[in-house]
T-cell receptor
Framework: DARVTQTPRHKVTEMGQEVTMRCQPILGHNTVFWYRQTMMQGLELLAY????????DSGMPKDRFSAEMPDATLATLKIQPSEPRDSAVYFC????????????FGSGTRLTVV | RKEVEQDPGPFNVPEGATVAFNCTYS??????FFWYRQDCRKEPKLLMSVYSSGNEDGRFTAQLNRASQYISLLIRDSKLSDSATYLC???????????FGKGNQVVVIP
């Protein structure tokens, strides 16, 4: 089965440090999402791309978060500087219109900021 | 008001029983609807799409009520392996963005 690959799986970092999370979408999928999941808020959309162009990043704190797709095989989410409230699981998902929008999620990056 | 609302539960269900739960959505322009399943400490996985006429997939039945803006999921003959959180997902037409509910937690008890 094709998979969305996310790295790292777990990350523990100190407040103020930069964090970079990576995602390799499924080959052929042209839409990529970044979601954050916490117990309190559930799944929140941070940003999404179609054909590598950012379409919506309104859910993302702009002062510290940035999302990019340098090429079709890599999406990145950076937090600089990180804060304890950023602790969450960050999911990447990919999909395409041809596949009826059944988006596939990666295993997530579990981030803890201490 | 949240875009997608679900009663978190938990829904404790005896093995073999039937369980049903709903979610409501606020945006009447929403056009596509899904149920995702999420196991503890795992990623969400697509369970089924929800069609206007209602649809079944084995023991799972999904219904859509546009007039009242709610979606339902029914699980028949519950198995222990059905224990998970079921996420209601809504997508607006022309917009790829998926809005997730917080999920209905189902615990199937032997």
């Amino acid at each position: 089965d094709a998979r969305v690959t996310q790295t790292p799986r777990h990350k523990v970092t100190e407040m103020g440090q930069e964090v970079t999370m990576r995602c390799q979408p499924i080959l052929g999928h042209n839409t990529v999402f970044w979601y954050r999941q916490t117990m309190m808020q559930g799944l929140e959309l941070l940003a999404y791309f179609r054909n590598r162009a950012p379409l919506d990043d309104s859910g993302m704190p702009k002062d510290r978060f940035s999302a990019e797709m340098p090429d079709a095989t890599l999406a990145t989410l950076k937090i600089q500087p990180s804060e304890p409230r950023d602790s969450a699981v960050y999911f990447c998902a990919s999909g395409s219109r041809d596949r009826g929008y059944g988006y596939t999620f990666g295993s997530g990056t579990r981030l803890t900021v201490v | 008001r949240k875009e997608v609302e679900q009663d978190p539960g938990p829904f404790n269900v005896p093995e073999g029983a039937t369980v049903a739960f709903n979610c409501t959505y606020s945006n009447s322009a929403s056009q596509s609807f899904f149920w995702y399943r999420q196991d503890c400490r795992k990623e969400p996985k697509l369970l089924m799409s929800v069609y206007s006429s209602g649809n079944e997939d084995g023991r799972f039945t999904a219904q859509l009520n546009r007039a009242s803006q709610y979606i339902s999921l029914l699980i028949r003959d519950s198995k222990l392996s059905d224990s998970a959180t079921y996420l209601c997902v809504v997508k607006e037409d022309g917009n790829n963005r998926l809005a997730f509910g917080k999920g209905n937690q189902v615990v199937v008890i032997p």
